[in-house]
Nanobody, 125 residues
Framework: QVQLVESGGGLVQAGGSLRLSCAAS????????MGWFRQVPGKEREFVAG????????YYADSVKGRFTISRDNAKNTVYLQMNSLKPEDTAVYYC??????????????????WGQGTQVTVSS
């Protein structure tokens, strides 16, 4: 099973940018499609973005489309989430997750088997 560690969270003003990283170990990252999710206290974890094994296809929640970009560097065993034009409603704990699905990128939490510990992103107004 792959181990995932997120980094790059922090406090930023509205309109600013952050880049989250997710470093994988224990398994080759190219064995997995990858996703970013986020969670606010008291709410369910929600899909943010996903990317297939090769990095050739990516998918986004409507709320972040055009502002966030997911990418991956399989040689570095790392997945990224570039977040631009941040809004206060983007404040959440962000998690990266790995899925063994072969043919598609899932938006569903239950189809991801490995999760990082999360990194806090806070956007001030």
């Amino acid at each position: 099973q792959v181990q995932l560690v997120e980094s790059g969270g922090g406090l930023v003003q509205a309109g600013g940018s952050l880049r989250l990283s997710c470093a994988a170990s224990g398994r080759t990252l190219s064995d997995y499609s990858m996703g970013w999710f986020r969670q606010v206290p008291g709410k369910e974890r929600e899909f943010v973005a996903g990317i297939n094994r090769s990095g050739g296809r990516s998918y986004y929640a409507d709320s972040v489309k055009g502002r966030f970009t997911i990418s991956r560097d399989n040689a570095k065993n790392t997945v990224y989430l570039q977040m631009n034009s941040l809004k206060p409603e983007d404040t959440a704990v962000y998690y990266c997750a790995a899925s063994e699905l072969l043919l598609r990128v899932s938006r569903w939490e239950y189809e991801y088997k490995s999760w990082g510990q999360g990194t806090q992103v806070t956007v001030s107004s």
